[in-house]
């Protein structure tokens, strides 16, 4: 039996290597915590159908490699993303310093109006902070991204998926735009959201 879902979203988890983005992906996809965790190797994919805003939503997660070497081959996947977590270790300042490089990279390479959450994660070493949560809160500020620790895995997605759906709403995000990261499931919503006079045909039709 095929899934049915209302909206399909392409995710990115994007980070520095050992900020544990493998962990947040099977967390939220499988609902436990992954022990044995190396460093991804390209890149990982998950997806998960979740209900949002009384929408149903499929998030297509692709989860990329934060080593340098692994640079090249991760960006090719940043095309069409409608969203992302950001996702920085708050034991390490040198995962939170090099959030800037990622942030650029989110919006150069997927869209200028990706959808960012910064993301916290191991707050389980708080005794070990490096970085804390007004630092972190300033910089979201500053780039326009929102901040999240990492105590709540699932919200971080939630949260995502729930400013893209308001942008869809408000007309800020057009699902129809190539590259838009976004895709209808249900045709129906298509059909509502088509202007008089138009056609399918006559629309360009999202790849991502």
């Known amino acids: 039996m095929s899934e049915t879902y209302d909206f399909l979203f392409k995710f990115l988890v994007i980070g520095s290597a050992g900020t544990g983005k493998s962990c947040l992906l099977h ?54 993303a ?5 996702v920085y270790d708050i034991t390490s300042r040198e995962t939170y310093n090099a959030l800037t490089n990622w942030l650029t990279d989110a919006r150069t390479l997927a869209s200028p109006n990706i959808v960012i959450i910064l993301c916290g994660n191991k707050k389980d070493l708080d005794a070990d902070r490096e970085v804390t949560f007004l630092e972190a809160s ?19 997605f939630l949260k ?10 408000s007309g800020e ?6 590259g838009s990261g976004i895709q209808y499931g249900d045709a129906s919503l298509r059909q509502l959201r088509q202007p008089r ?11 991502c």
Not at 197 to 207: D, F, R, V, W
């Open 173 to 178: 995000l057009d699902p129809e735009r190539m």
């Open 82 to 86: 409608a969203g992302a977590l950001l």
């Open 138 to 156: 300033r910089f979201a500020q500053e780039n326009e991204t929102s901040a999240l620790t990492g105590e709540n895995v699932e919200e971080g």
């Open 27 to 80: 967390q939220f996809i499988e609902n436990k915590f992954k022990q044995d965790s190396n460093h991804t190797i390209g890149v990982e994919f998950g997806s998960r159908v979740v209900n949002v805003g009384g929408k149903t939503v499929k998030l297509q997660i692709w989860d990329t490699a934060g080593q340098e070497r692994f640079r090249s081959v991760t960006r090719s996947y940043y095309r069409g």
């Open 197 to 207: 006079g138009t056609t399918t045909q006559n629309k360009q039709q999202c790849n």
């Open 160 to 169: 995502c998926a729930r400013t893209i759906l308001n942008k869809i709403d």
